[in-house]
């Protein structure tokens, strides 16, 4: 795969533990899937690209290829450079598109200890300052926060922020043990997969022991919320799950960067998957909602498929947007067996348009005014 310089590999944790290098049918281990690339991942006229490139035996020609591959391959999705980074140069690692949560990218964490196949991040790690998301200036971090009283949420990711040691991750939040400090800000989200990648990091690691000091101090303390916004592969029996208190979050569909087209589920069916596995649950377990689209106007959840006027359509609505009037608003869309992603969907016959333009960005107008737009 030309996403990652390297090859596709992980942690010896990851190498020795989640991967059945005994299956007879390793290609089908969900876990070596996701995380060894293969050319099926690229389309063939890319395959076709990168083979001829290696043919002419020229690093420079491969180089190029590789380059212009990765460009057509969307990096950094959703307008995550253009629309979501705050302008100023010292703030070049900081997103913050929904009202309440700002996500800081802390420039040593952003490494993994595995490179995902299906990663949307995937410009963090290809040695390209233009694309990459990096917050070397906690200063500036600190000092934005606290000018955006909205902020309640600071979603520390990457990369995987757990890969750097305690002393570095108290540089950007070391200051939230005070409880007088930035009172506004409550919940300190980790975006890693640490807990199941590198276990060690919390038991044996050189500072494990420091760290969840630190994490327990931000708690007690400093009265934050601390929370691990994690990813469980193997996933244990979801009684299993609700006994060790891990809530189900998000189920997400591939987003319109890398392998896309390689990973995606159409609509229609990743509703039905979703739905199969909800009556399957506790009630307890039934708090992820999904499946969801992080697109550009917003986080767009395929609730159901229903017949609305006589036209079988999808029912959705907004989990988050970037214009918070829409958050929860239900709103229609005629029903297409084939749809991936949000773009490629239409208004129903004679109703109301789509709350997004045909760029994907999100219509100006109060929701309601943009609902009750009927067709001419
Ligand atoms: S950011 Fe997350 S999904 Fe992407 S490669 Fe790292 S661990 Fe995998």
Redesign the pocket.
């Known amino acids: 795969m030309v996403m990652f310089s390297a090859p596709g590999a992980g942690s010896s944790y990851v190498m020795e533990h989640l991967i059945n290098w005994d299956s007879e049918d390793l290609d089908h281990d969900p876990m070596y899937r996701l995380l060894f690339p293969t050319l099926q991942m690229l389309s063939r006229r890319h395959q076709q690209q990168l083979l001829e490139a290696r043919a002419s035996e020229d690093p420079f020609a491969l180089e190029a290829a590789v380059k212009d591959i990765r460009s057509d391959l969307n990096p950094q999705p959703a307008g995550q450079l253009t629309l979501n980074r705050p302008k100023s140069v010292e703030l070049h690692g900081i997103q913050h598109k929904y009202a309440e949560t700002c996500l800081l990218f802390p420039s040593a964490g952003q490494t ?5 196949t ?5 410009a ?2 290809i040695g390209d300052d233009d694309v990459r998301l990096a917050q070397k200036d906690s200063v500036a971090f600190l000092r934005y926060l606290g000018e955006h009283p909205e902020l309640s949420d600071v979603l520390i ?4 922020p757990f890969i750097m040691r305690v002393g570095l991750l108290k540089s950007y939040l070391g200051k939230f043990v005070d409880p007088s400090f930035l009172p506004h800000i409550r919940n300190l989200r980790f ?1 890693t ?1 640490t807990l199941t ?1 590198w276990p060690q990091r919390f038991t044996s690691d050189q500072d494990a022991h420091e760290l969840l000091d630190f994490l327990q101090q931000l708690v007690e303390v400093g009265g934050r919320s601390v929370d691990i916004m994690g ?1 469980v592969p193997r996933q244990p029996s979801r009684k299993r799950e609700v006994q060790l208190g891990i809530i189900p979050y998000y189920m997400f569909l591939a987003r319109d960067t890398g392998a896309q087209d390689y990973f995606s589920v159409p609509l229609a069916r990743a509703h039905q998957l979703y739905a199969d596995a909800i009556r399957q649950s506790s009630g307890l377990a039934r708090t992820a909602r999904g499946p969801s689209m992080s697109c550009t106007p917003g986080k767009v959840e395929i609730s159901g498929i229903e017949i609305v006027n006589g036209q079988k359509s999808f029912v959705m609505r907004f989990l988050q947007c970037r214009d918070p009037s829409w958050i929860g608003r239900v709103f229609f869309a005629k029903y297409d067996e084939t749809a991936i992603w949000f773009d490629e969907l239409e208004p129903l016959d004679g109703g109301s348009v789509l709350p997004w333009d045909s760029r994907g960005f999100l219509r100006p107008g109060t929701p309601e005014e943009v609902l009750a737009t009927l067709a001419q």
């Open positions: 993994c200890h595995a490179y995902c299906y990663c949307f991040r995937w963090q790690f990711t990457g990369g995987d975006g997969r990648f990813f």
